[in-house]
């Protein structure tokens, strides 16, 4: 079997943090998030099909040293057979698996965690749902699919984690992007959808100092450290029993 791989990192400690993993980079995304620093690896280009054999023996070199593998990309759900396949190939050999997803199949993630694939999610959730700002931030409108319909995707992913995430480690992960996804009724928003789910949310901060899927945001300054402190605090006076960090 083949997929689009656009990359493998070996040996990682960012993607499940503190963890030692090897991440497989999944190539083609359903979402161009304007902030995204991966614009290559959004398309589903021919150069990327890898033959799963390939990817599972280069992991193999680093087996001993490594506790999990984690499937990023892009959008690694968009592969959903491959994903399947790599998951169930890398649990047999007594590694930990994890996905960084931007949510968007809820479908996929529900087989996943229903066949004991998963050991660890780290979810997107980008914007709060609002039709303008969340077509804002994620560009993910087609002339198929409407944004209403990608964020129930979301929603339903959410609702899923709800129900099997008792063995799953949870990350929940929201970009401050000053001008795009700043505002604290906004961040209010994001904290009511996830209020009671066993997770930790994580404000990232922006990054501006790669080629960007938008040019224009590329001078966009990161808000400070103390911007991001207040926000969690303001969610926390909220919503006093979520697990809030800074990254
Ligand atoms: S940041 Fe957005 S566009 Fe980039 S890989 Fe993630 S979901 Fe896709």
Redesign the pocket.
Known sequence: MQAFISGIVPLSTTEWFGKLSAVIFFGG?????R?????E??ESRQEFLTDLKVITSEIKKHEDMIESVIFS???PCLQRMALITLAKHFKSKELKVGIDT?GSKPNVIRELLSLELLDFISL?I?SPFSNDVFSRV?NSKTFFTKTEEIMDGIKETINVLRKYHENVELEIKTVIVPSLVYKKEDLLEIARLIDGLNCIWVLQQFENEKEL?DKNMENIQPASEKFLENLKEFCLKEYPGLRVKIR
């Open positions: 995304c359903d979402f161009r998030c902030y995204c620093y991966n614009p690896m959004l990309g892009g959008e931007n997107d980008k994620t899927v």
